[in-house]
């Protein structure tokens, strides 16, 4: 196991999601371990209310998937990401590159 995160459930559930070489896992009470993606790295978790959102790095940028919904592109380019539970929304920080400098963005997902 090398990194990840570990988010509480404002029901008091939790969700913790890993890299394992090159993939990214996650796993729950109910699901002890579910492989997210390939060719990934660096993933965070945080809630949004009561559904998990999960961030990784993977092909050149970030990817994310909130609670069931299908894994889609977050930001291009982006590395680094943090993410921090609110109670309808997550915020994300990330490091991306704007206008040819490197700079850190964030974003609140719903």
Same mark, same amino acid.
């Not at 196991?1 to 990214?24: C, H, K, N, Q, T």
């Not at 109670?87 to 990330?94: E, L, R």
């Given at each position: 196991?090398?990194?990840?995160? &570990?988010?509480? $459930?404002?029901? =008091?559930?939790? +969700? ?8 990214? #896992? /996650? ?27 999960? &961030?990784?790095? $993977?092909?050149? =940028?970030?990817? +994310? ?8 592109? #977050? /930001? ?35």
């Amino acid at each position: 196991m090398d990194g990840g995160g &570990l988010a509480i $459930a404002p029901a =008091g559930g939790w +969700f913790a999601v890993w890299r394992r070489e090159r993939s990214v #896992f /996650a796993s729950t009470p109910a699901v002890p371990e579910k492989r997210l993606a390939t060719e990934a790295v660096q993933p965070v978790v945080a809630y949004a209310g009561s559904v998990p959102v999960i &961030l990784w790095e $993977a092909e050149g =940028g970030l990817n +994310f998937q909130r609670g069931a919904d299908a894994p889609a592109r #977050f /930001a291009e380019g982006g590395n680094a990401a943090c993410i921090v539970s609110g109670p309808n929304a997550v915020t994300v920080a990330w490091e991306a590159t704007a206008d040819g400098v490197k700079t850190i963005l964030f974003d609140q997902v719903r």
